[in-house]
């Protein structure tokens, strides 16, 4: 693989994205791929047809379901694709691989990459492992109980449920001897005479509830002992 400068690949609605090095995949003895251009911008590793037959003696046949290439002076298949979401995936398992002339490291070496199903767990809002079973053949991603049971550190945060409370909920007896008081604001949309701020005044024991509307916070000091003596003059 080596860096290249000033070279683009033009997509579909004529934009150009940038090509940041080019080298050589060999996907099996029988399977080279050369001048491969890496796009860090694409998220999928797709290979040309016209490439592929171009610089290698091999046939491919298409079909409904599978795309079988064949290497023409050996009369064999070297490799088939299965049809998955609208593309040919390039089975692994087809090239043949030859431990003996094939490094290693280029066994994993795959043609379009299968979104795993931890990232369709967090695409779809966490669900169970049972439901998202059932979705497998729609998303398009293989099942692994031995690569797919990694637990998810967001699950048991967000869906532990807390023990109840214990009530503490004792109301007094008699009216206005506990009363709750609350602001809120600002809010960006004023009221009709310019409010932005409202004032809560909850009674403890009947529950009744006043609202006063206030341009500023600082309205509340004022207010609340006119309340009070509202509370003295009217209900003793």
Excluded at 77 to 83: Q, S
Excluded at 122 to 133: A, D, F, N, T, Y
């Amino acid at each position: 693989m080596r860096p290249v400068k000033n070279s683009f690949v033009t997509l579909p609605n004529h934009s150009q994205i940038s090509v940041s090095f080019i080298g050589t995949v060999k996907l099996s003895p029988h399977l080279v791929l050369e001048d491969v251009l890496y796009v860090p911008y694409f998220k999928f590793n797709l290979i040309s047809v016209s490439a592929l037959t171009g610089k290698n003696d091999l046939s491919l046949s298409f079909f409904n379901h599978a795309c079988i290439i064949q290497d023409v002076r050996l009369l064999r298949m070297i490799g088939k694709g299965n049809l998955l979401g609208g593309l040919y995936v390039l089975d692994g398992h087809s090239l043949r691989l030859d431990s003996q002339d094939i490094d290693k490291t280029c066994t994993s070496v795959t043609v379009v990459n299968v979104i795993s199903s931890h990232v369709w767990h967090s695409r779809l809002g966490h669900p169970s492992l049972k439901k998202l079973i059932l979705l497998k053949d729609l998303l398009y991603f293989s099942h692994d109980h031995k690569k797919n049971d990694i637990p998810c550190s967001v699950c048991p945060l967000a869906k532990q449920r807390h023990l109840s409370f214990v009530s503490n909920n004792h109301l007094f007896k008699c009216a206005f001897d506990l009363i709750h008081c609350d602001t809120w604001g600002p809010y960006p949309v004023p009221t009709y005479n310019g409010r932005h701020y409202f004032l809560t005044l909850v009674d403890d024991c009947t529950r009744f509830t006043w609202v006063y509307l206030m341009k500023h916070k600082s309205d509340a000091k004022s207010i609340i002992p006119k309340f009070f003596s509202l509370v003295e003059t009217q209900f003793h």
